[in-house]
């Protein structure tokens, strides 16, 4: 069983900034794209910043010089620092990771997965 459990959503003022972090968790044997979408009622999900498989960052051109994507050594947790938010970045933001696992049998599995999502709001 593997999961992404992300933290770090809430109410930030214009300006401000806000961390979010995912964790994928389980039997991993490789995370080969990890980043962050998110989505407005009515829209939909769009990229915000994604480690790609050749180990490069992609920012959307919204985001670009006020978000930065980092992750820890073992690739399995990524953090979204958002700073100079505006209301248009208030949106759910999701955890998405592409990665490889062993099943209970101990068979390999490539999986795309998504978090539970997590609410940023940006207020005035």
């Known amino acids: 069983q593997v999961q992404l459990v992300e933290s770090g959503g809430g109410l930030v003022q214009i300006g401000g900034s806000l961390r979010l972090s995912c964790t994928a968790s389980g039997n991993i044997f490789n995370v080969y794209a990890m980043g962050w979408y998110r989505q407005v009622p009515g829209k939909q999900r769009e990229e915000v910043a994604l480690f790609t498989t050749d180990g490069n960052i992609n920012y959307a051109a919204a985001v670009k010089g006020r978000f930065t994507l980092s992750r820890d050594s073992t690739k399995k947790t990524v953090y979204l620092q958002m700073n100079s938010v505006y209301p248009e970045d208030t949106a759910v933001y999701y955890c998405?990771?592409?990665?490889?696992?062993?099943?209970?049998?101990?068979?390999?599995?490539?999986?795309?997965?998504w978090g539970q999502g997590t609410q940023v709001t940006v207020s005035s």
């Open positions: 998405h990771a592409d990665l490889g696992y062993y099943s209970a049998d101990s068979s390999p599995v490539l999986q795309k997965l």
